[in-house]
């Protein structure tokens, strides 16, 4: 069974349109993170949150924006979609967010389509 | 900063064949090492990780690699490839105050019947 959720698996958005891109982990972990996959950049640091907090941002837009109602959950809003956000969103997590030695851990991916 | 550097984007080898990719990493600190693989439409998933100790590490399925420090390098090795291991393989390094870690470009392996 994943133990790393993503909803939904495919996403179809128009170009100005809002979309939300679940993520959950059932790991126990205490780290989550967000990463993106395009053709122009393989895999791409957005996120990562710490026991709901914040911990790092390497996404300049304030389009994209992450919610963690728990502590296992964190989900990403993008607003004002454009076509170049088209791309496959991994969700991530680990156990210790101050260990180097962590591993992390991937979902699926969502796979999102903007027209 | 950290970087990684897979040189090759794609490498194709025929069933049975030994198997070498490439990577390259920056890091001024101690570096704790990473191999990934991605098959179609799935995420990534750990094959092997090196933190300090012997810098040979094996990995799931056959999988090896070996930490040169001398060369900053961190190649991964099989010796003799299966079809099912065609796959995107992701070198990445990890470190920092943020612990963040980076991902190389991945490399293509096509496994030829």
């Known amino acids: 069974d994943p133990k790393i959720i993503q909803k939904p698996k495919y996403l179809v958005a128009v170009t100005g349109s809002e979309k939300i891109l679940i993520c959950e982990q059932y790991l126990g972990h205490n780290a989550m993170y967000w990463y993106r996959q395009s053709a122009k950049k393989p895999l791409e640091f957005m996120f990562s949150y710490s026991y709901q907090k914040l911990m790092d941002n390497q996404t300049a837009s304030s389009r994209f924006q992450p919610q963690s109602s728990k502590k296992n959950h964190l989900d990403l809003q993008i607003t004002a979609l454009k076509p170049d956000d088209s791309a496959t969103y991994f969700c991530?997590?680990?156990?210790?967010?101050?260990?180097?030695?962590?591993?992390?851990?991937f979902g699926a991916g969502t796979r999102l389509s903007v027209l | 900063a950290q970087s990684v550097t897979q040189p090759d984007a794609r490498v194709t080898v025929s069933e049975g064949a030994s198997l070498q990719l490439r990577c390259k990493y920056s890091y001024s600190g101690t570096p704790y090492l990473f191999w990934y693989v991605q098959y179609p439409r799935q995420g990534l998933q750990l094959l092997l990780k090196y933190y300090s100790g012997d810098p040979v590490v094996q990995g799931v399925n056959g999988f090896e690699a070996e930490f040169i420090k001398s060369n900053s390098s961190f190649h991964l090795r099989k010796a003799s490839v299966h079809w099912s291991d065609s796959a995107v393989y992701f070198c990445?390094?990890?470190?920092?105050?943020?612990?963040?870690?980076?991902f190389g470009d991945g490399t293509q392996l096509v496994v030829k019947p």
């Open positions: 991530a997590s680990s156990q210790n967010p101050d260990s180097s030695q962590n591993t992390l851990y």
């Open positions: 990445a390094v990890r470190g920092g105050s943020n612990n963040r870690i980076f």
